[in-house]
């Protein structure tokens, strides 16, 4: 069996606020820390059920969190930035199934430091449907046909993946309090939780069916502001609906999608406000 796990930084357990996500705050290097034997509980749990294959992303961020030098010698880690696929480079049909870890609600819902992509970011669509960071990748891997069959994070992460994806392994691995606060479990007993959840997942891994990205989808990009839409509409393709902060992209399908998607957050992470 051949895996791929996308790990973020936000749901990993213990980990509450922005002191320990962004990497000039002090407690960042905790998190990668913690980050780094998360994705080794779960590494060791599927190799237990006869996983040869693990590739790691490191979806966080500059994505070179993950200290190599610490991390199962059996896995192999894809990390840096830029990445054309971002939090899911380097998959293709030749995976078995998919794992997302340290996952988070998207924009504008309840969770912990819940967002997509940028805090630039209102909220996402494909077509009409409502999405975040953990739809978009799941997406991304049904259209090679790969099924997403756990996904770890604070509860709310475990709830949308639960709305999204039919018989999901949803790993809840803390409880949100407010945006910036959480009752969590102890890295010791989140481990067991981990361990045990991911063997099962793998385990019934025939029970999820990949979940498969619509014909020609419709980006649609909400941003907090107009200047946000501006800079974004700037990418061929794009127009801003009118009266909102909406930017539409139509893509000839999802991977494009996904580009657009890519292109047009870095875009408007340009904005200016003086």
Not at 69 to 79: G, M, R, V, W, Y
Not at 120 to 126: D, K, L, P, Q, S
Not at 142 to 161: L, T, W
């Amino acid at each position: 069996m051949k895996l791929y796990v996308s790990m973020d930084m936000e749901g990993i357990t213990g980990v509450p606020d922005e002191t320990f996500v962004a990497s000039s705050m002090h407690n960042y290097e905790r998190s990668r820390k913690m980050m780094t034997e998360e994705a080794n509980v779960v590494i060791r749990a599927a190799i237990a059920q006869g996983c040869l294959e693990i590739i790691v992303n490191d979806s966080h961020s500059k994505m070179n969190n993950l200290l190599i030098e610490d991390l199962h010698e059996d896995a192999q880690l894809i990390t840096g930035d830029v990445k054309p696929f971002s939090m899911m480079h380097g998959l293709d049909a030749s995976y078995d199934a998919a794992i997302f870890v340290g996952y988070h609600a998207r924009a504008g819902t309840f969770g912990v430091m819940s967002h997509t992509m940028i805090h630039a970011v209102r909220t996402m669509y494909i077509n009409d449907h409502e999405i975040g960071e953990m739809g978009l990748n799941a997406y991304l891997a049904g259209f090679y046909g790969v099924p997403i069959i756990a996904v770890a994070g604070d509860d709310q992460a475990a709830k949308e993946a639960s709305e999204l994806i039919p018989n999901v392994t949803a790993i809840a691995v803390k409880e949100t309090i407010s945006r910036s606060s959480v009752k969590s479990l102890t890295p010791k007993k989140s481990a067991q939780l981990l361990t045990e959840k991911i063997t099962e997942a793998v385990q019934n891994r025939h029970l999820v069916v990949p979940l498969i990205p619509p014909d020609k989808p419709v980006l649609r990009i909400e941003f907090a502001n107009f200047g946000q839409a501006e800079w974004a509409s700037l990418m061929p393709g794009t127009k801003i609906e009118a009266g909102t902060t909406v930017v539409r992209f139509q893509a000839k399908d999802i991977l494009e999608a996904y580009q657009a998607m890519l292109v047009m957050t870095e875009l408007a992470m340009l904005t200016k406000f003086s």
